[in-house]
C-alpha cells in the first residue's frame, strides 16, 4: 500500500492481484476451476501451518471457528483450561463457557507472557483440553506454543487447540513439529484476503476424538459435509470470491517464500519496536523476546486517542488499545501487505508529532 497508508489490524490491506482475483467470473462460475483452487488452498494452508494432516476450509469468521473448535472436539460439560492475557485470548474463553464447556480461565496481566508451568498446574484428573491463543493482537505479545506442546504431548487425553488467527501467514506454526493438535486461522489477517473463510487443521488425534463427539451426537465431524469440496463449492458456494483470493494470496507467499516471509515480518517488526523506544514511548509487552512480529501495542499513557488522531490527520491509521487499555495504548500491525516504508512513514509521522508536542 502507498497511496492511501493505513497501518490496521484486521482486515488488512489487500495486494492488487489478490483484488483483481475476485473479478474473475469465468473462474467463479466453473465448478472445476472452483474444485481445483478449493484444493490448492488447502495444501497451501498445510504449508502455513506445517502440517501433513488435514486441513479444513470453513466459510465463516475466526470468532466462529474458535467456538467450533469447543463445540466439535469437547462434549457440553468437558474441562477445559483456557489461559489468556488479552481480550481475544478472554474471548476463546467465554466462546467455551458459551457453548456449555467447563471453562477454567487462567488469567495473566495485561503486558505479561502466559506461563506454560501455571496453566499447567490448573488440569485436573478431568481435563479434556487447553486452548491457546498464539498471538495475542490486543496486547502484542506472542506465547510459546513450543513449550505448550512438549508439555501438553505427555497427557493422553488432553488436546491443545491453537488460535493463529493473527500468526498464521506472518511467523512459523510448525504444528507437527511442535506437537499442536488442532490450529485454526482467518483470511482476512496476514493471509491477506477478505474476511469470510476461515481454516482449522486437525491431526490424527483430534480428529479421533471429533469422531467419537460427533457419534454421541449421532452426527459427522463438522457436519460431514464441510471436508467435500465438490458439495461445499460447487453445489452451494458459499464464499467463492473469498477462496480465490486466499488461492491468489498464497501464491504470493510462496513465491516469495514462507522463511523469507516470516523474516520480513520481523524485522519489520523490529525497526518498528527499536523506533518507538528511540521516540521515547514503552511497548505493552514486558518481555522483550515475547513482543508480536504482527501487532505491536504501543504505550501512551492518557494519550492513547490524542496520537491515534493526530496519526490520522497524517493519513495514518491506526490500533486503538481494546477494553481497558482504551486510553492507553495504540496498536500498530505489521502483518500481511505491510511494507517497510508503511512503516517508515509511520515513524516519521509520529516522530513530527512528537516533535511538534515537544516545541509547543
Given amino acids: 500500500m502507498h497511496s492511501n497508508k493505513q497501518i490496521l489490524l484486521s482486515p488488512t490491506n489487500l495486494p492488487k492481484p489478490v483484488l483483481k482475483s475476485v473479478d474473475n467470473w469465468a473462474i467463479l462460475q466453473d465448478p472445476n476451476n472452483i474444485k481445483n483452487i478449493y484444493q490448492t488452498v488447502q495444501n497451501g494452508m498445510k504449508k502455513i501451518f506445517a502440517t501433513a494432516h488435514e486441513v ?22 468437558d474441562e477445559v483450561v483456557v489461559p489468556y492475557n488479552g481480550k481475544f485470548g478472554k474471548l476463546f474463553y467465554e466462546l467455551a463457557v458459551r457453548v456449555g464447556l467447563n471453562a477454567i480461565p487462567v488469567e495473566f496481566a495485561n503486558g505479561e507472557d502466559i506461563d506454560v508451568n501455571i496453566t499447567l498446574s490448573h488440569i485436573t484428573a478431568n481435563t479434556r483440553g487447553i486452548l491457546v491463543t498464539h498471538n495475542e493482537s490486543a496486547t502484542g505479545i506472542t506465547t ?11 497427557y493422553e487425553d488432553i488436546l491443545l487447540i491453537v488460535d493463529a488467527v493473527s500468526s498464521a ?5 510448525d504444528m507437527d513439529q511442535k506437537h499442536l493438535d488442532v490450529v485454526l486461522t482467518t483470511s482476512k489477517k496476514a493471509l491477506m484476503a477478505p474476511p469470510g473463510l476461515s481454516f482449522i487443521a486437525v491431526n490424527n488425534r483430534a480428529w479421533q476424538r471429533a469422531e467419537s463427539i460427533a457419534a ?3 452426527t459427522s465431524p463438522f ?17 467463492t470470491e473469498i477462496l480465490v483470493a486466499v488461492y491468489q494470496a498464497l501464491q504470493l507467499l510462496e513465491a516469495r517464500g514462507l522463511e523469507n516471509v516470516y523474516t520480513y515480518h520481523a524485522e519489520n517488526a523490529k525497526l518498528l519496536r527499536t523506533s518507538m523506544k528511540d521516540l521515547g514511548f514503552q511497548l505493552l509487552a514486558k518481555n522483550p523476546s515475547s513482543a508480536s512480529n504482527s501487532v505491536t501495542c504501543i504505550l501512551a499513557p492518557g494519550k492513547a486517542k490524542y496520537y491515534i488522531k493526530e ?5 495514518i491509521e491506526v490500533g486503538v488499545g481494546l477494553d481497558a487499555l482504551t486510553e492507553d495504548t495504540f496498536r500498530v500491525s ?10 517508515t512513514s509511520f515513524i516519521r509521522a509520529l516522530n513530527e508529532i512528537v516533535t511538534t508536542d515537544e516545541l509547543n
Fill in 56 to 77: 479444513l476450509v470453513l466459510p465463516g469468521s475466526g470468532t466462529e471457528t474458535m467456538a467450533a473448535s469447543c463445540q466439535h472436539f469437547f462434549a457440553p460439560g
Fill in 144 to 154: 510459546d506454543i513450543a513449550e505448550f506442546g512438549r508439555q501438553v504431548q505427555k
Fill in 169 to 173: 501467514g506472518c511467523m512459523p506454526i
Fill in 216 to 218: 454421541d451426537k449421532s
Fill in 223 to 239: 457436519g460431514g459435509n464441510l471436508v467435500d469440496a465438490d458439495l461445499i463449492f460447487t453445489k452451494n458456494a458459499p464464499a
Fill in 311 to 315: 496519526l490520522k490527520k497524517r493519513n
Fill in 334 to 343: 505489521t502483518m500481511g501487505y505491510i511494507s517497510k516504508q508503511d512503516i
